[in-house]
T-cell receptor
Framework: KQEVTQIPAALSVPEGENLVLNCSFTDSAIYNLQWFRQDPGKGLTSLLLIQSSQREQTSGRLNASLDKSSGRSTLYIAASQPGDSATYLCAAPLGSGNTPLVFGKGTRLSVIA | DGGITQSPKYLFRKEGQNVTLSCEQNLNHDAMYWYRQDPGQGLRLIYYSQIVNDFQKGDIAEGYSVSREKKESFPLTVTSAQKNPTAFYLC??????????????FGNGTRLTVT
């Protein structure tokens, strides 16, 4: 059964710093993985979807990588800003094919001005 | 604007009462999902539906029921059998593209408090 783990649970950094959020998953028979952002009391916003064939996906200051063989994904945020403060969640499919996503518990990021 | 609408935003109920949470999408998405989020926890899947008039249980379906009579609507009923119903409930939808997941779109959630 798919399990998703995110480390660290919380992270506080000064503005301008580059940072990496980590995600690991147990079932590597997946076609893709997704990263989301959640602001307090809100729903989730999709940030990046990485296909296993791509290994990496970029959107602005965000870059996500996927290594199926090691069961790991990372989200790199460049030049962090206070507006980046939120909880970041990664999610992997329950199994192969079009199956529901299993979520990690998230990393709560605080960027201090 | 296309999107997912969950209503109400806050809901208060007395213990022993059933309550229905609304989820409507105008994205023409095939699949719809209900997740539950508790403080400090990730999202847990309650039910999902990939086609009208069909749905599947997720990890924590006990005490919940759903229906999918229309493509755009997927209401969730929290019954009195659900032992710990107080939580933040999130509805989501996605396109079904063959064997691959497409980006998941979320509503803004309903916070249910049962006392």
């Amino acid at each position: 059964k798919q399990e998703v783990t995110q480390i660290p649970a919380a992270l506080s950094v000064p503005e301008g710093e580059n940072l990496v959020l980590n995600c690991s998953f147990t079932d590597s028979a997946i076609y893709n993985l997704q990263w989301f952002r959640q602001d307090p009391g809100k729903g989730l916003t999709s940030l990046l979807l990485i296909q296993s064939s791509q290994r990496e996906q970029t959107s602005g200051r965000l870059n996500a990588s996927l290594d199926k063989s090691s069961g790991r994904s990372t989200l790199y945020i460049a030049a962090s800003q206070p507006g980046d403060s939120a909880t970041y969640l990664c999610a992997a499919p329950l199994g192969s094919g079009n199956t529901p996503l299993v979520f990690g518990k998230g990393t709560r990021l605080s960027v201090i001005a | 604007d296309g999107g997912i609408t969950q209503s109400p935003k806050y809901l208060f109920r007395k213990e022993g009462q059933n309550v229905t949470l609304s989820c409507e999408q105008n994205l023409n998405h095939d699949a719809m999902y209900w997740y539950r989020q508790d403080p400090g926890q990730g999202l847990r899947l309650i039910y999902y539906s990939q086609i009208v008039n069909d749905f599947q249980k997720g990890d924590i379906a006990e005490g919940y029921s759903v229906s999918r009579e229309k493509k755009e609507s997927f209401p969730l009923t929290v019954t009195s059998a659900q032992k710990n119903p107080t939580a933040f409930y999130l509805c989501a939808s996605s396109i079904l593209e063959g064997s691959y997941n497409s980006p998941l779109h979320f509503g803004n959630g309903t916070r249910l408090t049962v006392t």
